[in-house]
């Protein structure tokens, strides 16, 4: 059996000239910080997807994920694949109808 070790969630690291222009105007208040905010985090999502790939390579039957805010159980049905346990919490009744939906089988 090999030891398997405990992933280490962390942001992306801020990779390129346009990264570090959003990431410094981040930091400034108001409309300006927030537009910076969102396109620094959507440029660095692909790159948050890819570790959250290779967490789900190592997980295996049998293993407990907890999905917080599942929404539509995009990353819930994911999670399930491997064969892991999941469990799923939704407050909002409108996207927890489409969670179970997509975790039936019934959904798109």
């Known amino acids: 059996m090999t ?3 405990q992933p280490v ?3 992306p690291d801020v990779q390129g000239a346009f990264e570090k222009a959003m990431a ?3 930091r ?3 409309k300006l ?3 910076a905010r969102r396109k620094l985090k959507r440029r660095q999502c692909a790159r948050m997807q890819d ?4 967490v789900l390579e190592d997980t295996r039957p049998g293993d407990l994920c907890i999905d917080l ?3 539509v159980g995009t990353i819930t049905r994911r999670m399930a694949l491997t064969g892991a346990d999941v469990i799923s919490f939704e407050p909002d009744p409108g996207a927890f109808a489409a969670l179970q939906d997509a975790v039936t089988g019934r959904g798109a």
């Open 9 to 11: 969630a962390k942001r």
């Open 33 to 35: 910080g927030y537009v």
């Open 51 to 54: 570790t959250f790939s290779q």
């Open 28 to 30: 400034v208040p108001g």
């Open 69 to 71: 805010g599942a929404n």
């Open 3 to 5: 030891k398997r070790t």
């Open 24 to 26: 410094l105007g981040a």
